[in-house]
């Protein structure tokens, strides 16, 4: 998929139901121009077009309890893909705060090694726990996936928590300096 004009791309990836779109909503607001996705199909790609400097690749949620294995294996294609993509800065991997990665997280884990593709984890549903428990968790999702702090960063779509932050840290990401 050659999209046009080329430009710097970053994806979106994890679990269905982790809370992507209404992450992405709060990220981009109104700014946003879906241009393109497969009629029809639930679990296409899809690219957004973001203030006319970048692209937002969409794709779908990971660790549906009724995927199949063809697509599973389709899923597991299109991530390649995504992440070969020779303008792909990065991937913005989101996580439920409240939950230990699943198996399905970590075959994203291996499969962003394996690219070794920048990541940055957005920890999602933030306003689900105390302040206190946000940073326990942090803390302990950081040791279990191996990322620095810079890379970690807690949102709330509810809330706004880290919206900010975490546009920076795209911003860094698209631009190749870490913000
Ligand atoms: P997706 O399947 O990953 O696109 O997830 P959605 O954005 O559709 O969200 C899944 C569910 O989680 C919905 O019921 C959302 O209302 C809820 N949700 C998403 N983000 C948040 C959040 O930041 N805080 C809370 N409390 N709920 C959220």
Same mark, same amino acid.
Do not use: C
């Given at each position: 998929?050659?999209?046009?004009?080329?430009?710097?791309?970053?994806?979106?990836?994890?679990?269905?139901?982790?809370? *992507?779109?209404?992450?992405?909503?709060?990220?981009?607001? /109104?700014?946003?121009?879906?241009?393109?996705?497969?009629?029809?199909?639930?679990?296409?790609?899809?690219?957004?077009?973001?203030?006319?400097?970048?692209?937002?690749?969409?794709?779908?949620?990971?660790?549906?309890?009724?995927?199949?294995?063809?697509?599973?294996?389709?899923?597991?294609?299109?991530? *390649?893909?995504?992440?070969? /993509?020779?303008?792909?800065?990065?991937?913005?991997?989101?996580?439920?705060?409240?939950?230990?990665?699943?198996?399905?997280?970590?075959?994203?884990?291996?499969?962003?090694?394996?690219?070794?593709?920048?990541?940055?984890?957005?920890?999602?549903?933030?306003? *689900?726990?105390?302040?206190?428990?946000?940073?326990? /968790?942090? /803390?302990?999702?950081?040791?279990?996936?191996?990322?620095?702090?810079?890379?970690?960063?807690?949102?709330?779509? *509810?809330?706004?928590?880290?919206?900010?932050?975490?546009?920076?840290?795209?911003?860094?990401?698209?631009?190749?300096?870490?913000?």
């Amino acid at each position: 998929m050659l999209l046009d004009p080329q430009l710097p791309e970053v994806a979106f990836v994890g679990r269905s139901n982790v809370g *992507k779109s209404s992450l992405l909503n709060a990220l981009v607001g /109104r700014r946003i121009a879906k241009i393109s996705g497969t009629p029809g199909k639930t679990r296409a790609l899809n690219v957004f077009l973001i203030d006319d400097s970048h692209y937002f690749l969409d794709l779908p949620g990971y660790g549906y309890a009724r995927a199949g294995k063809a697509q599973l294996i389709a899923f597991r294609a299109l991530v *390649k893909y995504a992440l070969q /993509r020779e303008r792909l800065r990065g991937v913005v991997w989101l996580l439920d705060i409240r939950h230990p990665p699943s198996s399905d997280d970590r075959a994203m884990q291996d499969a962003l090694a394996e690219g070794e593709t920048h990541v940055l984890a957005a920890l999602t549903k933030g306003d *689900k726990l105390s302040t206190e428990q946000r940073r326990a /968790r942090e /803390r302990e999702l950081r040791g279990d996936l191996e990322l620095p702090e810079d890379q970690v960063v807690v949102t709330s779509a *509810k809330t706004g928590e880290g919206i900010v932050d975490l546009k920076e840290a795209i911003a860094g990401l698209i631009s190749g300096v870490p913000q």
